[in-house]
């Protein structure tokens, strides 16, 4: 488990980075970037930043590039945000948890489509089963004549 300290150090790269991208770097490849986390070396001297960049493959890796460009720039900015004996050395790499949550997300509304389109199916073969009443049994005509009852009036009551 990582301590406090290198957790809000984490912290602290995260928002320093991520603003330092949207309103410092004017780098054409560096468009669309999220920083999504920041994961700081126990010894301080090093930290993985997570981003989430908008676009194809194409254009991940051209961004990935403008940041490793960018870096020490970036690092500048975290020198001086973050008071330690050592700047951690950036480096870049796309956060993939972006892309399976959105590949289980397809997956799970998937899913639902087809049990949607199941129940209707369901509903529709039993609305249609359910609608026509079963078939009468067929019986003999001497049968109609032996269970037919004879109902006679009821005479009104006197008072």
């Known amino acids: 488990?990582?301590?406090?300290?290198?957790?809000?150090a984490a912290e602290a790269i995260r928002e320093v980075v991520s603003?330092?991208?949207?309103?410092?770097?004017?780098?054409?490849r560096v468009q669309h970037v999220t920083v999504t986390g920041v994961e700081v070396?126990?010894?301080?001297?090093?930290a993985k930043v997570l981003v989430s960049v908008m676009g194809?493959?194409?254009?991940q890796i051209l961004c990935l590039r403008g940041l490793a460009n960018s870096a020490g720039f970036l690092q500048s900015k975290v020198a001086k945000?973050?008071?330690?004996?050592?700047?951690p050395r950036l480096t870049f790499e796309l956060d993939q948890g972006v892309k399976k949550s959105l590949e289980v997300g397809?997956?799970?509304f998937d899913l639902a489509q087809e049990r949607r389109?199941?129940?209707t199916e369901l509903s529709q073969t039993g609305a249609a089963e359910g609608s026509s009443s079963?078939?009468?049994p067929v019986t003999a005509p001497s049968e109609l004549q032996d269970s037919r009852q004879v109902i006679q009036p009821v005479p009104p009551a006197s008072d």
């Open 1 to 8: 488990m990582a301590s406090r300290r290198l957790l809000k």
């Open 19 to 28: 603003m330092a991208i949207l309103t410092e770097i004017r780098d054409p």
């Open 41 to 46: 070396a126990p010894d301080m001297r090093s």
């Open 56 to 59: 194809d493959e194409g254009k």
């Open 81 to 87: 945000r973050i008071d330690t004996r050592y700047t």
């Open 106 to 108: 397809k997956i799970l």
């Open 117 to 119: 389109a199941r129940q």
């Open 134 to 136: 079963p078939p009468a």
